[in-house]
């Protein structure tokens, strides 16, 4: 593991329950950070398996705490501006900063465009696109107003860089995140601010195990079969939370002090076959 240090630091990570930023929360407390955890806390009618829950929540800052750190677990809606106004505030009453934003929060569901009802589209860029705007929206002005920088990563797919069946409103809100990523970035260099997203391509989580009970293999075979296997190595299966979390930790250190803008597939080969 590469060593960074995020001392002094406060980390605030999205969608931080379980899956992908429970690893990202843990791996910021253990270079260092205190960290701010949120999530939403309860189901979301479109999504066909349970989200992130209080208790899962508070586990989470627990292992921060683990680790020697300081944690603040917030329910949080990212789709609400108030909500995510009214946390970013209580961080920083908390802490008296943020410095990374960790942009993780999102959902995933399927269905074939032309027969998808409007809940579920709306439902998913409110989520996976809007949910991280507003996320940026409000610690990006806390950057801006404090005047010594920050960092943000988002959490985009590989999913924002082809097309997947069935995956319409989830692929149309993942190009989203890598287009509002470059131009955030444009927006908040002047104020020393690194905007940057990493595209996972199947991650072994929550999210991929439910969808895999409510769909069942045989949907998620056909998906496969014209996308192809999630990585090129051994047999095809999927990457660990783990390695998206050491890509947001890069992202997140002066060692990408001069990465910004970018989209940074950590895919295991998937774009490239």
């Known amino acids: 593991m590469v060593q960074y240090d995020f001392s002094g630091q406060v980390a605030f990570v999205t969608g931080a329950a379980h899956g992908q930023g429970r690893s990202h929360a843990q791996h910021y407390a253990k270079h260092g950070a205190d960290v701010v955890v949120t999530d939403i806390g309860h189901n979301v009618e479109t999504v066909p398996y349970d989200l992130g829950t209080g208790d899962e929540l508070d586990e989470t800052a627990s292992i921060v705490e683990d680790e020697g750190q300081e944690a603040l677990a917030i329910e949080m809606d990212v789709r609400d501006g108030s909500q995510v106004e009214a946390a970013v505030e209580e961080a920083i009453d908390e802490f008296g900063r943020i410095d990374i934003l960790a942009n993780n ?118 998906i496969g079969a014209m996308t192809g296997p999630w990585n090129v190595f051994g047999d095809g299966g999927m990457i660990e939370a783990r390695d998206i979390s050491e890509a947001y930790l890069w992202l997140s250190s002066d060692a990408a002090r001069y990465v910004t803008g970018i989209y940074l597939p950590v895919d295991a080969g998937f774009l490239a076959k």
């Open 105 to 222: 929060a999102g959902i995933e569901s399927m269905a074939h465009a032309v027969e998808m009802d409007e809940m579920t589209w709306d439902e998913m860029i409110d989520t996976n696109l809007k949910g991280v705007w507003l996320a940026a929206k409000h610690v990006g002005k806390h950057f801006i107003d404090r005047g010594d920088g920050g960092k943000i990563v988002s959490t985009a797919s590989t999913a924002g860089a082809v097309g997947i069946p069935s995956n319409a409103h989830y692929v149309s809100a993942k190009h989203g995140v890598v287009g509002l990523t470059k131009t955030l970035a444009l927006e908040l260099a002047e104020y020393d601010v690194n905007v940057n997203c990493i595209g996972p391509t199947g991650v072994d989580t929550p999210m991929i195990s439910g969808m895999t009970e409510a769909y069942g293999d045989e949907v998620l075979e056909d």
